[in-house]
């Protein structure tokens, strides 16, 4: 999509300049007429109107992923703590999960697109509620605490993901490329053949800066992918202490997984 924003944007203002050049050399002077510019000023203000629109729409998308991946690594964290107060079978085994889950999603949950859950994350998600039924028998007061940490930490899981993936319909795009293609050629076509430089600047300049607005708005919805990406500074943190903490508490008993999150056993 880059790619063609970028083509489109450049045809229109080549084709636009072109346009004016043949139009002076074959002894075209003036301006267009003010019908033409009439037309083309609320096609250029509507255009504009929508990008604002789609730039609020993806600003909230990319401020929802990462809070949401900031809460994902608390809720982490709270639950591992959380652990140590349930009976030491489950607490093994929960703390070891989340030390697991961390790894998981820094590895096969990060850098991705398309709103889909890892198999290799949900793994642990699993062997955490596996624990919780062994918590729940012991009749252990701290089985309420596990379960509210657990599902903040899956609602933020939820959020990260879905967030994940553009929400802006293509038809948008192609709606505003065509609107600015439209508006581009337009301006060029009305714009003086002679004395013009001032006026080719500008056309140029409105050019860029549309350009640079749609790659920002397809960055802003691409937070795991995109120029601008969310780095998982918060959650690799939290994977490389609860890793840690894990071989204090449990020397004797390695992680049953590897440096990336994908079980060994």
Request: proline share 5%; net charge neutral; charged share 15%.
């Amino acid at each position: 999509m880059s790619v063609v924003i970028v083509a489109v944007l450049v045809a229109s203002v080549l084709i636009g300049l072109g346009a004016m050049w043949i139009r002076r050399s074959r002894g075209g002077s003036g301006e267009g007429s003010v019908a033409a510019k009439d037309l083309l000023g609320p096609v250029l203000t509507l255009t504009v109107l929508v990008l604002a629109f789609v730039l609020v729409a993806a600003s909230k998308s990319y401020d929802d992923a990462r809070n949401a991946a900031a809460d994902e690594a608390n809720a982490v964290s709270n639950l591992y703590e959380s652990a140590a107060y349930a009976p030491q079978a489950q607490r093994q085994q929960i703390e070891a999960s989340m030390a697991c889950y961390a790894r998981a999603v820094v590895h096969h949950e990060w850098e991705i697109d398309n709103g889909k859950l890892s198999p290799v994350v949900s793994h642990w998600s699993s062997q955490v509620r596996t624990a919780f039924a062994g918590v729940a028998t012991s009749s252990s007061p701290i089985f309420g605490t596990l379960i509210s940490a657990d599902q903040k930490r899956g609602e933020s899981r939820i959020t990260r993901v879905d967030e994940s993936q553009s929400k802006t319909p293509g038809a948008i795009y192609i709606v505003v490329l065509i609107a600015l293609a439209m508006a581009l050629i337009g301006f060029a076509l009305l714009m003086p053949t002679t004395g013009n430089r001032p006026h080719i600047i500008a056309l140029v300049a409105v050019g860029v800066l549309f350009g640079l607005v749609l790659l920002l708005i397809r960055d802003l919805e691409a937070p795991f992918t995109g120029n601008v990406t969310i780095a998982p500074t918060a959650m690799s943190h939290t994977a490389e202490r609860l890793a840690a903490e894990y071989n204090q508490h449990f020397p004797q008993q390695p992680l049953p997984c590897d440096a990336t999150g994908k079980a060994t056993a």
